[in-house]
């Protein structure tokens, strides 16, 4: 398997860049005459307009399987002359850099290249064009006296590069896709690609740095290769046939947006972005968990269009209470309301990042249960105890410091059978990938607080079971997708 293919109109048009066997013509790819079966076609024919032998070349590649760039929506989006709105931001950063480099023209021109650019603080600019236009080779016009709004985008031909330009598209086709310049180190073809997609920097990541490093061992042993990515790699997703996201999850975010270009791209994703919307706003939760009559504990909706009274609120709930944030994670955004004085300097600050906000009642435990769910099914059971001194797992001081509560893994078949059938049951309400169900066994009942769309996967806590066999087991869930798509 050849891993990526650019098609050419003539493979004379390559002679200004390193030999590749990655070349072929379009004819020759139309007509099948590839011998292997690439992960990703770069299609740089000149004409890609409608029935021309460029847009049937991306058309075919969609019908064989192939992931390409650019598909045929693009070129139809491209011909149809569709233009896209950039935000408030995007206009500032581009009027600052106008100002900046003393620009006068009524319209000046940004060459994408791969979603990355020579014009040093355009970067974000260039990332936002290809991710709306994913298309090897762009020219972008900004008109200056509309606030910089983006005038027209159109494809740019290899062959009428100037030797600058093809110093920087050699460059950004490098990064995009360095396999294609790599000879392969074994004659043993990976099966199949997996992107990791972390944040080196989180603070509290969902998979510690061992653990990351377990799921790329544990794949390689599979044949799988799998390679952390982060938000800079993020113009190299389609080289990949899977998407794993290790990094904590929000709408609004970089995690939503990679999730949702993969899932665009017909990969297999976890944490795929229904599952991410569903599982990251506990209004939803609430409200969904209420409707199947699944047990939660007792909760109002508070509106900062219409406060309820704290009066109120303790009457239903019990005094103290806890109000969450919808969008909370790690114990951020979830605070226990004592009194009127609690009550009023707390929802003054969550409404002023939501028009909602979850009130609960206070169930006190010594720790929560914690059910790793893949597929439907059980994959691990922890304890995870209260921060000492707390009444919450994570304690977040005022000193910025913050301090957690052990965790102790738990055989599946020592975990109450309540706790099993409310997390599984839950969990099919989600969808069928990889959730972490939070529940406190109340008098015999189990009570869900949370489903976790990205679940901590730490090595020493969550495989201290199962071992390199949870690894396995996530890493085979995708394997076992890909292959059932293949079939």
């Known amino acids: 398997m050849q891993n990526v293919l650019i098609l050419l109109d003539h493979l004379s048009i390559w002679k200004p860049y390193y ?6 013509t379009a004819s020759d790819y139309l007509n099948q005459e590839s011998k292997d079966d690439p992960n990703l076609v770069i299609n740089l024919c000149s004409d890609i307009s409608y029935n021309s032998e460029g847009y049937y070349c991306s058309l075919l590649a969609t019908a064989r399987g192939h992931r390409v760039i650019p598909s045929p929506e693009i070129l139809n989006k491209l011909e149809s002359g569709a233009g896209i709105r950039m935000d408030s931001s995007l206009h500032k950063l581009c009027h600052s850099w106008i ?3 003393k620009i006068t023209d009524d319209i000046w021109y940004l060459n994408v290249f791969f979603g990355t650019c020579t014009e040093i603080g355009l970067e974000k600019i260039a990332r936002f064009v290809f991710d709306n236009y994913p298309y090897p080779i762009l020219r972008v016009a900004f008109n200056t006296k509309a606030r910089n709004q983006l005038e027209a985008i159109t494809p740019l031909r290899l062959a009428d590069l100037t030797d600058e330009e093809q110093n920087h598209f050699a460059e950004a086709l490098d990064r995009f896709s360095k396999k294609v310049w790599r000879n392969p180190r074994t004659k043993k073809v990976p099966r199949y690609d997996l992107a990791i997609f972390h944040d080196p920097n989180e603070a509290f990541p969902p998979s510690n740095k061992k653990a990351l490093a377990k799921f790329i061992d544990i794949a390689k042993k599979m044949n799988i290769n799998a390679e952390l990515i982060t938000e800079q790699d993020i113009v190299r997703l389609m080289e990949f046939d899977a998407l794993f996201i290790r990094q904590t999850t929000a709408l609004n975010h970089i995690t939503f947006q990679v999730a949702q270009k993969a899932k665009q791209a017909d990969m297999v994703v976890i944490d795929d972005p229904l599952s991410i919307i569903r599982c990251t706003n506990k209004v939803f939760l609430n409200e969904l968990l209420e409707r199947e009559g699944i047990s939660a504990p007792q909760s109002t909706l508070i509106f900062r269009s219409k406060k309820l009274e704290f009066q109120e609120v303790a009457s239903k ?11 909370g994670s790690f114990s951020h955004g979830v605070k226990k309301i004592k009194s009127q004085e609690d009550y009023d300097d707390i929802l003054t600050d969550f409404f002023s990042r939501s028009a909602i906000v979850l009130a609960q009642e206070y169930l006190p435990t010594d720790f929560d249960w914690r059910i790793g769910i ?16 707390h009444w919450q797992i994570y304690y977040h001081q005022n000193s910025g410091k913050s301090r957690s509560g052990m965790a102790e893994a738990i055989p599946i078949y020592k975990v109450p059978k309540a706790i099993l059938r409310t997390a599984i049951k839950a969990t099919s309400l989600i969808g069928k990938g990889l959730y972490g169900v939070d529940l406190k066994m109340i008098n015999d009942k189990a009570v869900i607080i949370e489903i976790n769309d990205n679940p901590s996967i730490d090595h020493g806590i969550e495989d201290a079971i199962l071992g390199d066999e949870l690894y396995y087991r996530i890493i085979n869930y995708f394997v076992q997708s890909l292959e059932n798509k293949h079939q």
Not at 19 to 24: D, G, L
Request: net charge neutral; proline share 11%; with cysteine.
């Open 19 to 24: 030999p590749t066997e990655s070349i072929i």
């Open 99 to 101: 100002e900046k480099q």
């Open 317 to 327: 709930l019990g005094n103290p209470f806890i109000v969450k944030i919808p969008d």
């Open 374 to 389: 893949l597929n439907g099914e059980p994959l691990y059971a922890c304890k995870y105890f209260m921060a000492k001194g």
